[in-house]
Every structure is written in C-alpha cells, then in structure tokens.
C-alpha cells in the first residue's frame, strides 16, 4: 500500500525535474540574448523586453517554490477539517456557500497543509467563477472518509488542460499566475493520505473533490 510520504516523493520529484528543465529553459534565453548584443545581431530594446520576461518567469518560479517548500514541515495532529473550511473561506474574496454537514470526524493531518489547500482551491473557483459569483465549499461524510468539495461557476476545464492540471509551474494565466494553485493542494492532499480530482459539474463549472481519511473513533 502506497504511503502518503511515497506520493509526496513522487511529486517532489516531478517538481524538481521541472524546476531544472526551466532553469535550463531561462538559461538559454539569456544566454542567446547576452550573444546578440555582443554581436549587435539584435535591437538593445527587443533584447531587454526578453530577458525582463525570462526574470518574470524566474520570479514565479522562485515563489513558487517558496511555497510549496512550506508543505509537510507540521507534525500529524488531529484535524477539525470544518474548522479549517470556515477559515479558508474567510480568506477568499466574494461569497462563498457553506454546506458543511454535521459531526464530521477529525482527519490527522496538518491544519496548516489542509488550508493552503483549500484555499488554493478556493482562489483557483474564485478566479474561474468571477468576483460577485457563488462558489459551494460543502464537506461530507463518506464511510471511513470525509468528502471535501469545491464547486464554481466558471467555464469548467477543457480536457487538454485537465490532463496537465497537476502538473507542476503549468497555468492557463500566462504572466499573472504562477502554476502552483492545484500543484500545492494535491502535495498538500497526498501528504494527509488523501486524493483529488478535478471534473466538470453537469449544469456548467468545475467540481473539485479531496477525499480524506478520517481518524478511528475521532468526532468533532
């Protein structure tokens, strides 16, 4: 049986291949440019406007990674997983619809973890939903599990872009995001010994659900 920590390994791992391939990528644009100039084969300004992009870039890069090395680092304690929707929802701008049920059992986990999570979630609804939209955080119970789910009222997700949404530094918002909403979520989840999917809601959206264990015997 796959161990939480085994999941985290296997994402850090793609995040540091992706990280180097990047790097590589951002080396080479300063690089060719630094050649032009010397040469004169390029106009100053074109090559200035180039490298100020690539420095973006490596930006969005360095704080990305920023934050995801701040996942993990708590001890496992016993988790009020509604307590942590309420706050994550205060965080977000815009309204959000609470449907939270009734005696749900605490997870172990970190409660730090779980609202960089939810909160990306909630920013990432918020974003696809617009400002004065609705988005649904409801939270369940299923079994031996505790059902977190995030609804919107945006586009959805193409198939392309579902395929990838995992992925590590990957975002639909060119120069303004930085590719690490659903990146941090799913370490974030994986280190609770829980699971996320993304699907699209029948009536227009985006559904995404963090199923969680919960604690043997535990009730909040």
Do not use: C
Request: proline share 6%; charged share 20%.
């Amino acid at each position: 049986m796959s161990r939480p920590e085994d999941a985290g390994a296997r994402l850090a791992t793609r995040i540091a291949a992706r990280t180097a391939h990047d790097l590589n990528n951002l080396a080479a644009v300063f690089s060719g440019h630094l050649y032009l100039l010397r040469n004169g084969a390029e106009p100053p300004e074109e090559a200035y406007e180039a490298m100020e992009k690539a420095l973006a870039h490596l930006d969005r890069l360095a704080r990305g990674l920023t934050a995801l090395g701040g996942i993990g680092l708590e001890d496992p304690v016993a988790v009020d997983v509604n307590e942590v929707a309420r706050a994550a929802a205060r965080s977000v701008a815009g309204p959000v619809e609470l449907d939270l049920a009734a005696a749900v059992p605490s997870t172990r986990g970190s409660s730090p973890n779980l609202s960089v999570a939810l909160e990306a979630l909630l920013s990432n609804a918020r974003e696809a939903s617009g400002p004065g939209a609705p988005i649904r955080l409801i939270t369940r119970i299923d079994g031996d599990s505790i059902m977190v789910v995030i609804e919107d009222s945006g586009p959805g997700v193409s198939p392309a872009v579902r395929k990838r949404n995992f992925e590590p530094f990957f975002s639909t918002k060119e120069e303004k995001g930085r590719g690490v909403g659903l990146t941090l979520a799913a370490l974030a989840v994986q280190l609770q010994g829980g699971t996320l999917a993304v699907v699209d809601r029948p009536k227009g959206g985006t559904r995404v659900s963090m199923i969680l264990p919960a604690s043997v015997g535990a009730e909040v």
